[in-house]
């Protein structure tokens, strides 16, 4: 008998899949092809395409220096080159191979540390890409100075500091403090919502605790000194605790370092409170819950007449959105408009970066995602649909689209496959696109005046290290500097029905609203609208110019409020545009030939990338010890996978017990693909047939092509010689050859306990054939469908159906029963040659945390989750049994990396009756379905 | 041949590692008084200068291999090296050839350089329950031992009297021979740095920025600077003046008699070495690489020369050079007059320890696990 499923589940287990996730899994699709080439500079080898190679440059400049800088931080050097692979744009970066998860679309930059490879977008601000060079390489500077350290003082497993620890020193030492730091922990005091130290894990890994973290290092270095950072780490190996490593170093306890903190913090901020506002108090907030930023103004006509609405961008339960409501706010109303994420039309809607814009007739300008680059969409809210679509082939990255007044043209910020980051402009008449300028400057947020001759816009063109407004005449071409000062001036949006800006300045120190009216002529005058502890951002006219909608800051969310405003408002002096002229502009300094050594082509070459002497568990040969390994080179597109174990229970049959493979996967294009060599030996009990002696060797072809991000076809081939003996007859002995096609669709979104909205699906067909003889063999056919219905933050009602059915002259028996799929039956109750499946499960919040006090340290548990299940299946083939099920309640204890414990206790039953004596108990350890 | 004497818990065992036969080392030293036995820095007032022209170039002579890092620089016995390993143990090494002759073994991580007088060697012991330790290197015998309740400093030695800081807020006064405590002063303050000694004084920095000065003699408070800058260094000392480098990146000239500062140079941050000091300058490196030597009356800068990275380690300061390591991997050897470059010459890894001078060589302890001995030739 053949069993592929079983076949296949090991080969592509083992070996590593086509495709960078089996079974179920969303898709890191290689859109773009990358003519990869290397930059040997003194301390580094910069990974560049040529399109990109002006930004290679420049980052290698700024890593030489971050190196330099780092050296003296640490009082370390990395005497080997250190890897950076720099990508032009976040999209090409999200196809990285470096490291197989999906990148999540705030990710600026991260450090693999098994290679120490360091792996970078540019987001075309060369402020961020220093800043984000910097933090990265603090990661490489700081594990390699401790590995030293413990190595030379003889410890072989030092402490492993904290996540707030080892972020926020990355922070501090690539950027020191920021007025968004600043804003968030004043937000923080303000709001009572300090983070105390023996509550950081609370917070761990979400943007607050960076910023927490940075504050954490910026106390300890103002109160003790930087050196002593320095020397915390000279003292590292002394420590058996990150606690007793500060003690140490500080000469304080872990908690008084911690109350001290808090205590600095309050006296920080507090006085500052005198003169500052929060936005709920000088505003009206017109959203409730979740995340709700990027508003915009329009005025549609209603059986009521017309009204004012706004849409915005909103992310309510997992998933960003385009949503509207009336200038009241949601309580009157509130629409969803476009759902992002959830399909390949709308893979991101950029949530953060780009801005979202009404015409005057009410259509939204938007950029998405879509597969390989941008599309710019419009949605006519009135006729709630799509009604334009438009990919650029120039143009891989959309920004922030803008109306003109005339609706004959949107602006937007675009990026090409260079990095470079300009305002373009669309004219519908004639269906073409001008690119206004071609330079390394960040232009962003373009919006149109009025009357249609200029576009303001925010960029860095003079300082770097900020953002000015500038208007760019579309008659002339002349640039016209309209903010001065060191500081970050954005967003900017033009009145309706008044010549005047409105925009976000942290001039002030923390992100205000202000207005600059009459901005080109000779007497600008500008005015500050808000004064706030936290800070306020995109703001905009509503469409009578009567109010300001904008998102704001406070208690750790972001909302959508409205301003009316001051006609009292505190005038700021400000003096008249000026021309921009090229000599204005700062020129990035790329590496120079003192410290670069030379540029060739890239070429692969492998080093181990996993090697580790592992234990796995098999439903069929359970526990085994074996060599895994893999050898990849610096992208990560050629891998080469390895695999050595053995079964034997005795000297006489080690050798015909060796179990061997290889497999080459290239994820190198957008198509995946790999060839493999195996030979699988085992004997075992099986329930079915006995006593089971098997052996199998053969080679393997597998592709993968990802449709999107969300969608995919696999096929795969396996060819190979079948020996088989049990106590049945017919056992096989045979040359055969099995082609297996399979289709995967993933939408789902996870919390730590499990799916908990989206789809899942995955068909799969196999059959085998006898070589040379052709002869039909056997076929198997796989479907399991998941559907996960959301009903609150963290609850969702799941729905499992699973089909496994098998034909042919010795077709493959299924097996149910057990905690992963029939619960309260014994493990394998069942088998035959079909089986239907149906789970039904309620997932609810039983408890967020769970901290479990111990003699050294605490459990801490994360998102303890409830169920009621009921499942029911049928079995039919060599038998033909009635419906079966169970039903029960249960518990999910999130264990990290999305891996849970679940208990179920159950009762079994059919549609008679119900069985048993009390309830069944089962418990799980893995991925919940 | 390697013999090595063990000391495990507090008591001394014999050499495990005897290649040959006899049951006691052998090293032909032949002590004499300080300073020859002085330790790396030149003397309880280390000041890092060391009498004697060196020549005009770095002529590697020989290297040897550890199986760990080197952090401490070694100290000097007639015609040893007394190498201090990260793997807990004291090379001896012959100066002229580099071989090692025998080893200490300790119980735990060292955390300084060893300090040699007569036929006794003090070391601290770092870590949790760091202790100090007297060895009689000759006849390979624990001597005594104190607590220095989690804190290691280098002890200064003097006129058959050890002195050390603990991590109870003391500055402590031994016998060396017999451990036998004659004072204990009571700083209400952990010390930042080992205690250093000049004619009757006793010159130390505590974790609240002070500047402390006592008696050598009873531990008596003699004077105290109230500062909010700390060091990481322990001061140099040189003609009743005091010179210490800050971790605020200052360096400042204090009167021995009164504590009062004479002058402060403003540098960048972050300063983790003492500043060497001769009859007119004082030395010192800095993080972002360069070397300067200031006026030592006024603090103004006389020169400074840059290399590529930062400057780590003190310098050692002869008649006519000076000489620093850098985290560049690289020796160098300034004209102390001009600052010009006399010679430059490589190691294999970073260094971090101060270089060692002695007999016309010049010994620096390598993070790439080398010892190296260069000859300071083309003597003028």
Redesign the interface.
């Known amino acids: 008998m053949e069993r592929l499923t079983l076949i296949a589940v090991i080969s592509v287990l083992t070996f590593g899949s086509a495709s960078p996730q089996y079974y179920f899994g969303q898709n890191k699709v290689q859109y773009e092809k990358f003519d990869w080439q290397v930059m040997k500079t003194d301390h580094f080898d910069i990974y560049y395409y040529p399109e990109e190679e002006e930004i290679a440059g420049i980052g290698a400049r700024l890593a030489e220096e971050s190196y330099a800088y780092l050296t003296e931080k640490f009082n370390h050097v990395i005497d080997k080159k250190i890897p950076l692979i720099i990508y032009s744009h976040p999209s090409y970066f999200s196809q990285t191979n470096v490291v197989p998860d999906l990148l999540p679309e705030n990710v600026a930059g991260f450090t693999e540390f098994f290679k120490e490879r360091v792996v970078i977008p540019f987001d075309g601000s060369m402020r961020d890409f220093d800043h984000v060079i910097r933090h990265e390489l603090v990661h490489v500077f700081m594990m390699e100075k401790i590995t030293h350290n413990a190595k030379s003082h003889g410890r072989r497993n030092p402490v492993m500091p904290p996540l707030w620890f080892t972020e926020g020193i990355a922070e501090y030492w690539s950027e020191g403090w920021s007025k968004q730091a600043d804003m968030i922990l004043r937000d923080m005091v303000i709001s009572g919502r300090i983070v105390t130290f023996n509550r950081l894990a609370g917070i761990s890994g979400t943007y607050t605790m960076y910023k927490v973290g940075q504050s954490i290092l910026r106390y300890l270095s103002d109160t003790f000194g930087d050196d002593r950072i320095t020397l915390m780490f000279e003292n590292w190996w002394k420590a058996q605790t990150f606690a007793q490593l500060c003690e140490i170093t500080f000469g304080r306890s872990f908690a008084e370092i911690g109350r001290d903190w808090e205590y600095h913090l309050k006296k920080t901020y507090y006085p500052e409170f005198e003169n500052k506002d929060l936005p709920a108090k000088i505003a009206a907030r017109l959203t409730r819950k979740y995340y709700n930023i990027k508003p915009t103004t329009f005025a549609l006509e209603d059986k009521d007449g017309c009204k004012d609405f706004i849409a915005f961008k909103t992310i309510r339960l997992g998933y960003s959105n385009i949503a509207m409501m009336p200038l009241e706010g949601e309580k009157a109303g509130f629409r969803q408009l476009v759902k992002g994420e959830r399909s390949a039309k709308f893979e991101s809607l950029h949530f953060v970066d780009s801005d979202i814009d009404a015409g005057v007739d009410g259509r939204i300008a938007f950029a998405s995602k879509s597969k390989e680059s941008d599309i710019l969409y419009i949605f006519d809210p009135k006729g709630k649909k799509l009604v334009f679509s438009r990919r650029f082939e120039q143009v891989s990255a959309i920004s922030s689209p803008a109306w003109s007044f005339d609706q004959k043209m949107i602006a937007f910020s675009g990026t090409g496959k260079d990095g470079a980051n300009d305002i373009y402009v669309y004219h519908f008449d004639g269906d073409s696109l001008h690119r206004l300028f071609d330079d390394i400057y960040n232009d962003q947020s373009p919006a149109f005046s009025p009357d249609g001759e200029f576009i303001v816009f925010s960029s860095d063109r003079t300082d770097m290290h900020g953002a000015d407004l500038y208007a760019y005449s579309l008659e002339t071409g002349a640039i016209i500097r309209l903010t001065s000062g060191n500081s970050f001036n954005t967003s900017p949006s033009w009145a309706n029905q008044s010549d005047s800006i409105v925009f976000t300045s942290d001039r002030g120190g923390s992100p205000d609203i202000y207005i600059l009216e009459h901005p080109l002529s000779d007497n600008p005058r500008l005015y500050r609208l808000t004064n706030l502890a936290t800070g306020a951002y995109d703001p905009s006219f509503s469409a009578d110019d009567s109010a300001i909608v904008f998102s704001g800051y406070q208690e750790m969310s972001y909302h959508i409020y409205k301003l009316l405003p001051d006609t009292n408002a505190e005038q700021i002096a400000h003096a008249p545009g000026q021309v921009w002229e090229q000599s204005n502009g700062w020129q990035p300094e790329r590496i120079t030939g003192e410290h670069l050594a030379g540029k060739m082509k890239y070429k692969t070459k492998l080093s181990f990338d996993i090697a580790q002497s592992a234990l796995s568990y098999d439903a069929i040969f359970g526990t085994v010890g074996g060599l895994q390994g893999a050898l990849t080179d610096v992208l990560g597109d050629h891998q080469y996978y390895l695999l050595l174990y053995n079964t034997g229970n005795s000297r006489h049959n080690f050798l015909r017990s060796t179990n061997a493979a290889v497999t080459y996967i290239n994820r190198q294009r957008r198509l995946n693909w790999g060839l493999g060599i195996y030979r699988f030996y085992n004997d075992y009990d099986d329930d079915y047939y006995g006593y089971v002696e098997e052996e199998t060797y053969g080679g393997v072809a597998l592709a993968s092509y990802p449709f999107s991000r969300f969608d995919r076809a696999e096929a795969s081939l396996y060819v190979r010689n079948y020996f088989k003996q049990t106590l049945r007859s017919n056992d096989p002995d045979a040359a055969v050859a099995t082609p297996v096609l399979s289709y995967i669709k993933d939408t789902s979104i996870w919390e730590p306990s499990g799916p908990i909205d989206g789809f899942r699906l995955h068909i799969s067909l196999a059959s085998s054939i006898e070589i040379p003889s052709l002869k039909y063999y056997n076929s198997a056919v796989t479907v399991d469908v998941r559907k996960y219905f959301r009903l609150s933050e963290s609850s969702a009602y799941a729905l499992r159906g699973v089909y496994l059915g098998s034909d042919g002259q010795d077709p493959q028996r299924h097996y149910l029963g057990g905690s992963w799929d029939l619960r309260g039956y014994p493990r394998r109750s069942f088998y035959d040659k079909n089986i239907l499946l149906i789970n039904n499960e309620l997932r609810f919040p039983l408890v967020d945390r769970l901290l479990i006090g111990m003699p050294i340290g605490a459990l801490n548990f994360q998102a303890i989750r409830g169920a009621l299940f009921v499942d029911a299946a049928k079995i039919w083939g060599d038998t033909n049994r009635p419906w079966i099920g169970s039903f029960g309640f249960g518990a999910r204890v999130s264990l990290g990396y999305l891996t849970v414990l679940r208990f179920d206790f159950s009762k079994r039953a059919d549609k008679n009756d119900i069985y048993g004596h009390g309830f069944d108990f089962d418990f799980f350890f893995g991925w919940n379905y | 041949m390697t013999r090595g004497l063990l000391i495990i818990g507090g008591g001394l065992a014999l050499a495990l590692s005897l290649a040959c036969a006899g049951s006691h080392p052998h090293l032909d030293i032949s002590p004499e008084n300080y300073p020859l036995y002085s330790s790396y820095k030149g003397g309880p007032a280390r000041a890092g200068t060391v009498v004697g022209e060196t020549g005009r170039s770095l002529e590697k002579l020989w290297q040897i291999k550890f199986r760990?890092?080197l952090?401490y620089s070694p100290a000097m016995a007639d015609n040893y090296l007394f190498q201090p390993g990260?793997?807990?143990k004291i090379h001896i090494i012959d100066i002229n050839n580099g071989n090692e002759v025998a080893e200490i073994k300790l119980r735990r991580?060292l955390g300084c350089s060893p300090e040699l007088v007569d036929s006794l060697m003090a070391i601290c012991e770092?870590?949790?329950r760091s202790q100090l330790l007297v060895v009689n290197y000759l006849a390979g015998r624990k001597v005594w031992s104190k607590s220095t309740f989690?804190l290691c400093l280098p002890p200064a030695i003097d006129d058959g009297r050890i002195f050390w800081a603990d991590g109870q807020g003391k500055i402590n006064c031994a016998d060396l021979y017999s451990g036998e405590l004659i004072w204990s002063a009571d700083l209400k303050e952990?010390p930042d740095t080992g205690p250093v000694l000049e004619k009757d004084r006793l010159i130390g920095t505590l974790?609240d920025g002070s500047l402390i000065c006592l008696s050598r003699n009873d531990g008596k408070m003699i004077w105290k600077t109230r500062g909010d800058r700390?060091t990481?260094s322990s001061p140099a000392i040189s003609e009743d003046r005091i010179y210490v480098c800050f971790?605020?990146g200052g360096v400042s000239c204090f009167d021995i008699n009164n504590g009062n500062q004479i002058w402060n140079h403003a540098d960048k941050?972050?300063?983790?070495y003492s500043p060497s000091v001769d009859s007119d300058g004082v030395y010192y490196g800095t993080?972002?690489?360069r070397f300067v030597k200031l006026d030592k009356n006024n603090g103004s800068i006389l020169w400074e020369y840059s290399t590529?990275?930062?400057i780590?380690g003190a310098a050692a300061i002869t008649d006519n050079a000076a000489i620093f390591s850098s985290?560049?991997?690289k020796v160098y050897m300034l004209d102390k007059r001009t600052g010009d470059l006399l010679a430059v010459n490589s190691t294999g890894?970073?260094v971090?320890a101060a270089p060692a001078v002695w007999g016309g060589r010049l010994f620096i302890a390598g993070?790439d696990k080398n010892l190296y001995c260069f000859l300071l030739g083309d003597q003028q």
Request: aromatic share 6%.
């Open positions: 760990l890092p952090y990260s793997d807990k991580q770092d870590g949790p989690d952990r974790a700390r990481n971790g605020d941050p972050r300063l983790f993080g972002d690489g590529s990275l930062p780590r985290l560049d991997s890894g970073m971090t993070q």
